[in-house]
């Protein structure tokens, strides 16, 4: 059973009462959030150096390039107006496995609007089987995350729900200890995108690109790429580090950059002849940094823009921005530096699930 409890929802409805799809704005936890911390003058780990070496001597990003996925959506509920229909989440993935007590109970509720898509999708249905097929909902200060995710029958087949409370500044170990959520290690995605709507909101308080978009980004590395070390006790030797709660597959080698890990870009990197939108993500990564999230190829993660009322093409964005812009230096994994955010934990996968006071709001910390 999970034993999260925020008291927000009751999933025994058939409808909410809010209304039609909304746009633009990503979702954001409070400024007390790990997520939101400028790390620009953050201790830089004493193995940085080697673990960076390491990584770039396994090839570095996947591709061997910093590319950009442009497939994740980000749909948005309206707390108030016509009625949305809500599914419930049931089992039946891949192997039938439910991630539990990880993720929200079986049978718990996912708005799903009119006009509502899943990840790389044109409507609900999906190909659990080939795809990550993620659902991203907000619905007031409620984000729902689900992984694997697709509707028949009424009901949403999937192999995780993972709610979060936007109005919460969660505790070191976020939705709790081993833990997964929709991402592998175990943080949430939507905050960690970027969009165009961001970009351009950026752009208008400082048309150069010297602006940023005020939190860290997600961005994933080959599973095969990133540390183990069976000496510590996990299983298969599987680890991570904060702010991560779980890792997924990682069986690289000891010395490289473990799940979880948060990298900032060195600061003195040289933003000449790329555009002001490349600008802001490439600050922010020098003021907020990324955070190691998921095992996959392609680096960075970004919204589509379905939803967005500013679309990619205005800038313009495109997936090799960082390495086939004329004349403008390559964004390298050795261009980077690993935080110390603390020490490695073994991965047991003994999910113990934060508990947070239902009603209450933590603006300035856990407590």
């Not at 059973?1 to 409805?13: I, K, Q």
């Not at 009462?17 to 409070?30: I, R, S």
């Not at 996947?62 to 016509?82: E, K, L, P, T």
């Amino acid at each position: 059973m999970r034993t999260l409890s925020f008291g927000f929802l009751c999933v025994g409805a058939f409808f909410l009462t809010p209304g039609a799809l909304l746009g633009d704005v990503l979702p954001q936890f409070p400024p007390g959030s790990v997520w939101r911390q400028n790390v620009s003058g953050a201790a830089v780990h004493l193995s940085s150096p080697s673990m960076i070496s390491t990584l770039q001597g396994l090839g570095g990003f996947g591709n061997g390039r910093m590319q950009i996925d442009f497939s994740i959506r980000v749909v948005r509920a309206a707390a108030g107006g016509a009625t949305v229909p809500i599914t419930s989440i049931v089992g039946g993935g891949p192997n039938d496995v439910y991630y539990s007590p990880d993720c929200d109970a079986l049978g718990s509720a996912v708005p799903v609007p009119p006009g509502a898509t899943i990840e790389g999708e044109t409507g609900m249905t999906c190909d659990v089987f080939g795809n990550d097929c993620h659902y991203l909902v907000t619905q007031g200060n409620t984000l729902f995350e689900v992984y694997r995710g697709t509707v028949a029958a009424g009901s949403m087949q999937s192999q995780c729900l993972a709610t979060w409370q936007l109005n919460v500044v969660y505790p070191p170990q976020g939705r709790g200890e081993h833990c997964t959520s929709a991402d592998a290690a175990g943080f949430p995605i939507a905050p960690m995108l970027f969009n165009a709507d961001e970009i351009h909101a950026s752009l208008t308080l400082d048309a150069t690109g010297n602006g940023d978009l005020g939190h860290a980004i997600r961005f994933i590395l080959p599973n095969p790429r990133m540390a183990s070390d069976a000496s510590l006790g996990g299983v298969e030797g599987r680890l991570y580090v904060r702010p991560g709660s779980h890792a997924g597959g990682p069986s690289g080698p000891v010395g490289s950059v473990p799940y979880g890990a948060r990298l900032r870009l060195r600061s003195d990197f040289p933003l000449a002849n790329y555009n002001p939108a490349a600008r802001v993500i490439l600050n922010t990564l020098k003021r907020f940094g990324m955070v190691l999230a998921d095992g996959g190829t392609v680096a960075l993660t970004a919204e589509s823009d379905l939803y967005t009322t500013a679309k990619w093409v205005d800038f313009p964005l495109a997936a090799r921005v960082f390495d086939q812009t004329s004349s403008a230096a390559i964004v390298l994994i050795s261009d980077f530096q690993v935080m110390d955010t603390g020490p490695r934990i073994a991965e047991t996968y003994d999910c113990v699930p934060t508990v947070l006071p239902t009603g209450v709001i933590f603006q300035d910390g856990f407590e």
